[in-house]
């Protein structure tokens, strides 16, 4: 077990800072634990003095820095010479964050080392000189566990699973290796890029408040001489900036439910459930859904589920922490009215 | 131009399902095709629409996932495969690895199609690993083809919040974005076609893989309870008495 290694990726673009994830380095010590393995660290980007302070107050005992520019990421060129440079270190543990770009690498990673690549890591236990890795299956219904007596692997761990890790002194001198990464060609040309409108990624918000198929029963009049397409679109409108304010008001994100964004009123960013998004914050709005299991999928793991519906049968009563029978459209005006004068 | 699609049978796990006792596999469940693949079979669908194209749709699983391929089929598909293996108790890249070997056999594909992830195991690894074992360029969850033709494919992804735009020369390995379009339903000539059409189905043997002893499955399945909510009703007077409960019980939670 002496020459084992667990390597930890980060990625540290200057113009790209949401893709640098200490959580990480929490796994990261707590697989160490285990198997007293030396701990390595990947910077993909740049090492400035903040990243480099982290390391060392991380403990970690070497740093290798690899120079990697954002669009060489993006068109994947770097793979061989990355396979190359994996080998020479050959660890036996990696661990990644997972936005894209890690689980990319991650990849590369599984099939350069010929590591089996396990992702969506959710906990971390040792029982009996047993590692466990969990992660959730078969829509939060079911967890997987996967066992090791000694561990190897490539690993991920969902976002936000692991909270910062401590820092510890700065007495400590990691040494430092800058790699050389050569691009090889790509088959990927990129022809555009375009920052698309600034939507806030709701899986990071800790307060969503959601709308459904219920914000078309909105009391307002629409304008003259829109047809029923438009009337409804209209309508939700209102309905989706009424959100948008008590959202404000608490400082959360708006989210909605699949049938709004089947029928093209709603972008697919914002969509909770099977085929939208998982997500698990502090506080869930429900207004005006009626609590699908497609959608319950996606929200049921929230701390605090309230729930406004004008259906005191709808399902999602039997899932929210506190029920509101009545319409939305009474109780929102009056929720943002309620904050706004505090 | 020939395109394949690969699906999975899913778990459809909006529908009950039992864990086996000895905590290894998943039994008396209800299987679906995979939801994120029926994007990736539109995709496809609508390129053959437009030119001349083969589409073959790809699995890998024993029997029960005829029914899966048959859908898919229906959609409009010109062939079924079946890689006749239970993929359960593999792990990504061996199921990759299979794959690779599939693609290589069906002969030239110059388009590979997956769905985005699954809904039972959601790993959502395969189409990218299948693409670093065959090296073959990657396009993640793209929301539009903007051009395919038998030498390259331009198309759009979304990374974040990105809008990527790129040109890549075929083959290439794609994931198709549920923002492409709202998937079809089988047609009643095209269910009639499946039933009728003889799925492919090939073994390890078939694409020179050893009789490979899998391990045995190195994890174990537990169910999460369920969390037992106690609903509690929020009523009032009127409508100022309600919010200011709601607003003190959100308080309470912390935030």
């Known amino acids: ?342 | 131009m020939r395109i394949v699609i690969c699906i999975e049978n899913a778990i459809d796990v909006t529908q009950p399902f039992q864990i086996t006792e000895n905590q290894k596999n998943i039994g008396n469940c209800v299987n679906i095709l995979n939801p994120w693949d029926e994007f990736a079979l539109e995709a496809a669908i609508l390129q053959k629409e437009k030119q001349e194209a083969e589409l073959i749709v790809l699995t890998i699983g024993d029997e029960k996932s005829d029914k899966s391929l048959r859908n898919a089929f229906a959609m409009g598909c010109d062939t079924m495969i079946r890689v006749d293996v239970d993929p359960f108790y593999l792990n990504n890249s061996q199921i990759a690895e299979i794959l690779a070997k599939a693609f290589k056999k069906v002969g030239n594909p110059d388009l590979i199609c997956f769905g985005k992830k699954s809904i039972d195991f959601e790993t959502g690894m395969t189409a990218t690993l299948v693409a670093k074992i065959m090296d073959l360029p990657y396009l993640p969850s793209i929301t539009t083809i903007d051009e395919l033709d038998t030498e390259k494919i331009i198309s759009t992804f979304r990374i974040d919040q990105e809008k990527i735009m790129t040109s890549v020369n075929l083959p290439a390995v794609i994931s198709v974005s549920k923002e492409f379009a709202e998937p079809r339903f089988p047609s009643f000539l095209g269910t009639r076609k499946a039933a009728k059409t003889s799925i492919i189905i090939w073994t390890l043997a078939d694409l020179d893989i050893g009789p490979k002893k899998y391990a045995n499955p190195d994890f174990n399945i537990t169910t999460i309870p369920v969390k037992n909510v106690h609903t509690e009703m929020i009523r009032g007077n009127d409508n100022l008495e309600i919010v200011s409960m709601l607003d003190a019980k959100i308080k309470e939670a912390g935030v």
């Open chain 1, 1 to 342: 077990m002496n020459s084992q290694k667990i390597v930890v990726f980060i990625i540290n673009l200057p113009e790209h800072p949401g893709l640098l994830n200490w959580q990480i380095v929490s796994a990261a010590q707590k697989i160490r634990a285990f198997s007293s393995a030396n701990l390595e660290l990947v910077v993909i980007g740049n090492l400035d003095n903040s990243v480099l302070e982290k390391a060392k107050s991380y403990k970690f005992e070497k740093i290798n820095v690899l120079n990697i520019p954002y669009t060489a990421l993006l068109i994947n060129s770097l793979f061989q010479s990355l396979a190359f440079f994996l080998k020479t270190i050959n660890p036996q543990i990696v661990l990644f964050s997972e936005s894209h770009f890690d689980l990319e690498l991650a990849a590369s990673c599984s099939i350069a080392l010929n590591l089996p690549l396990i992702t969506q890591v959710q906990s971390i236990q040792i029982k009996d000189n047993i590692l466990f890795l969990s992660r959730t299956i078969l829509g939060g219904k079911a967890k997987q566990a996967y066992k090791f007596e000694s561990a190897s692997g490539i690993f991920s761990f969902k976002t936000n699973a692991f909270s910062e890790p401590l820092e510890d002194s700065l007495d400590h001198d990691p040494e430092i290796v800058h790699v050389e990464i050569e691009e090889t060609h790509s088959k990927i040309k990129i022809l555009s890029i375009e920052e698309c409108e600034n939507i806030l990624p709701i899986e990071h918000a800790r307060i969503i408040v959601a709308g459904g198929h219920g914000l078309l029963n909105s009391p307002a009049q629409p304008p003259n001489g829109l047809s029923q397409i438009e009337a409804d679109q209209w309508k939700l409108n209102q309905g989706l900036k009424l959100l948008q304010e008590l959202a404000n008001c608490l400082g959360g994100s708006v989210a909605v439910s699949r049938s709004l964004v089947d029928s093209g009123y709603a972008p697919y960013e914002l969509q909770v459930g099977q085929t939208g998004k998982m997500v698990e914050p502090e506080i869930y709005i429900a207004c005006g859904i009626s609590g699908a299991i497609q959608h319950t999928i996606g929200m049921n793991k929230s701390k605090l589920i309230i729930a406004i519906n004008n259906d005191e049968n709808a399902p999602i009563f039997k899932i929210a922490n506190y029920g509101v029978h009545a319409d939305l459209y009474e109780i929102i005006p009056e929720w943002i009215k309620f904050r706004k004068e505090k």
